[in-house]
């Protein structure tokens, strides 16, 4: 594939890697790269070999925001008209699980789009941060929401209005980061983890991932309902009957994602 390509794509065994490819601007993501990563990530969704994925930037940048240089000149209306920056909200529909492998600086809309994967692997130099405050503006594509959720409202108020950046380590501690690694690992640790989970059973993961994602979307006893009907709705598949029959024989399972 061309290195001038927006995103580079690669296949390791089941799992699908993302690498966004905007180096000279730290990763800056504008509108035709975001397109061609979500375009990216729906192609491996859709495709049967492929269990879960994971996005990277590299070791400078997972990546320093939207492009700051393409909204220079917006209004309201030129930003509403044009669903700026649109295609972000298309990682939400992604059904299998995507891991975000983040190094260095991993800022606004960089950050935004890490905290929209499922589960995050960080280097040890990893700087996450919102400083949109410095630009006149606040975060707009999940920031403010999926932050809080994260962090808790003190250490996300001080992110998003003085611009405060979390070390790995913190990110660690404040629940935005599930693991910290060096640098020459973060890769390889989270294909890792992604491969771990590419082999587990596929409709299981993907109720799993949209039911712990419905527990920002709904009242606690909703939420439990729907966890409720499907957990019973698994008892439908080939894979309970194969994962609790493998289990009774002391065999490994042999998952039929059906
Ligand atoms: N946009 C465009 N170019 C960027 C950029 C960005 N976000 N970040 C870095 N660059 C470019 C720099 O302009 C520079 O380009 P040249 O001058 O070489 O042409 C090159 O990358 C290297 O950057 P620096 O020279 O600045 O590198 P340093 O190591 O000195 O500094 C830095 C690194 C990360 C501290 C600095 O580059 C920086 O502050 N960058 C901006 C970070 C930032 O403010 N990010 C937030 C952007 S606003 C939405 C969706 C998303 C968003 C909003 C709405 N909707 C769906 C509605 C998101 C908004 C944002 O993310």
């Known amino acids: ?21 905007n180096p000279k601007a730290l990763n800056a993501l504008n509108n035709p790269l975001m397109t061609a990563l979500m375009d990216a990530l729906e192609a491996f969704d859709a495709d049967d ?9 590299n070791e400078r940048a997972f990546a320093a925001g939207a492009d ?18 649109a295609p972000f909200d298309r990682i939400m529909d992604i059904q299998k699980p995507v891991i975000a492998a983040v190094s260095g600086w991993c800022l606004g809309g960089g950050n ?3 905290m929209s994967c499922d589960m995050l692997v960080a280097s040890e130099t ?62 390889e ?12 059973a596929p409709v299981a993961l993907r109720t799993g991932k949209a039911a712990v994602n419905q527990a920002f979307d709904t009242y606690l006893k909703d939420g439990i309902q729907a966890e409720r009907d499907a957990f019973y709705g698994l008892f439908a598949t080939e894979d309970q009957k194969e994962g609790m029959q493998a289990f009774a024989e002391k065999r490994p399972a042999n998952w039929k994602g059906a």
Not at 1 to 21: K, P
Not at 49 to 57: N, P, Q
Not at 189 to 200: F, H, K, S
């Open 112 to 114: 935004e789009l890490a």
């Open 68 to 85: 700051i240089k393409e909204m220079v000149d917006e209004t309201p209306e030129s930003m509403n008209a044009k669903a700026h920056i």
């Open 49 to 57: 070999k492929i269990r879960a994925m994971v996005v990277t930037g």
């Open 126 to 187: 990893a700087q996450f941060g919102q400083p949109e405050i410095n630009l006149g503006v606040i975060p707009g594509a999940g920031g403010t929401q999926r932050l809080t959720r994260a962090v808790g409202k003190v250490i996300a108020m001080e992110m998003v209005l003085n611009n405060r950046t979390l070390s790995a380590e913190e990110a660690l501690h404040y629940g935005l980061a599930n693991r910290v690694v060096p640098v020459e690992r973060y890769l």
């Open 189 to 200: 640790e989270a294909l890792e983890l992604a491969q771990q989970i590419a082999v587990r």
């Open 1 to 21: 594939m061309s290195q001038d390509a927006l995103v580079l794509t690669e296949t390791h065994d089941r799992v699908g890697l993302v690498r966004i490819n």
